[in-house]
């Protein structure tokens, strides 16, 4: 866990008990017949808990005008007060319950006092409308890794040291879920990166030599000429694609053809290759540009560093709970120390880039008993062994996120 997650833990349990009194007050005026999950306190707990869960999604997305919108009602019921808002340092983003007409402005006059301190204040709103509930104020900070971001205002019709308590606690719930927003931003950024690097890996030696094989079969065999300038096309437009981290199996082992047609044809009977597939987990979604990088990696130290005849086995099975894929080759292989220090970030070699991105990207994706499987030495070719649980919460490829079949002839 990041230290931003253990605060959401944390921050969660205070909103529960925070809210939980406000709650409380409330579910004590119902009547017998409404307890049906028992006792007026396992009442309010689960109804805090599933307030605070549907609160908590906008919030993920980051503090703005409608996100405040969507939350600001739940944070209210999750309160219980006569009316909230939502700021950010300029202006009020939402406003929930009565008095939004006429205290708007007051509240933003008072959000900046507060933003000079960054605690919470419990004031007077001193509103001239004798018919208006809102009297006292409770303003309470929203952080951010840059400080504050905004306010949580919080209304009721008298002074209140629970409701100062529990408006500070939600504030800080909501705060914990901006920063796991701005989390999640930065991880999508560093993903991005990664597929950038990536992308950058694909030698234009290669790109070079794929189009002078396809040229060099344009006039002894035009067919053969159409079919690989074809799957150098949609080779292309996966690498390349602009959307989603994630992509399905079926579509990562189809590149992986493609790649290996391309190098078929320049390298002619020296590639030997071996798919062995369990047409189950084809739909297994896994993060974009995982596959790929190794069979390249492969194929181009295997190739073009030897004149050997060069064998790759790639196998895809099931697992019960998770899909396996197994890549093997019978190349020059790797020393064991130099692969260590290329897992671990050490060295930088352009030879190491899509190992130990590869790496990475699978543990940030499914933690570290994910990472890949290596087994290798000089001489000794190489065998990896990447594992994929079958589903995992938010990996998904996105709708358009397949690379398509292209019409036959």
Known sequence: MTGIEIAAVAAAGAVLLAAGIVLGRVTARHGRGDLDLGTPVEHATFHTLHTASLAAPPLRAGLTEDTARKAARRLRSLLGTEALCLTDRESVLAWDGPGGDHHREPVMRRVREML???????????????????????????????????????????????????????????SVQLELAELDRSRTRVVEAEIRALRAQISPHFIFNS???????????????????????????????????????????????????????????????????????????????????????????????????????????????????????????????????????????????GLSNVDDRLRQVYGDDYGLVIETGVGAGMKITLRFPKYRAGVHPSPSAGQGRRPGP
């Not at 000079?116 to 004031?123: A, F, L, M």
């Not at 000429?225 to 690498?239: C, G, K, M, Q, W």
């Open 116 to 174: 000079d301190s960054g605690r919470s204040q419990s004031v007077r709103t001193d509103c001239d409308d004798l018919q208006c509930p809102l009297r006292w104020a409770v303003i309470a900070p929203l952080t951010g890794e840059e400080g504050v971001l905004g306010a949580l205002v919080a209304y009721g019709s008298r002074e209140s040291a629970v409701l100062v308590r529990a408006a500070t606690e939600v504030a800080r719930w909501v």
């Open 211 to 353: 189009l002078a094989a396809i040229a060099s079969f344009v006039r002894t065999d035009p067919e053969r000429a159409r079919e690989l300038l074809l799957e150098f096309a949609d080779f292309t437009r996966y690498s390349f694609r602009r959307h989603g981290d994630f992509t399905h199996l079926a579509d990562e082992l189809r590149s992986i053809e493609q790649y290996l047609a391309l190098a078929g044809a320049r390298f002619g009977d020296r590639l030997k290759v071996t798919l062995q597939v369990a047409p189950e987990v084809l739909p297994v979604a896994l993060p974009f540009l995982c596959l790929q990088p190794l069979v390249e990696n492969a194929v181009k130290h295997g190739l073009e560093d030897s004149t050997d005849e060069f064998k790759v086995t790639i196998s895809a099975r099931d697992a019960g709970a998770e899909a396996t894929v197994v890549i093997e080759d019978n190349g020059v292989g790797m020393d064991p120390e130099r692969l260590r220090r290329i897992l671990a970030g050490e060295h930088t070699a352009s030879s190491g880039i």
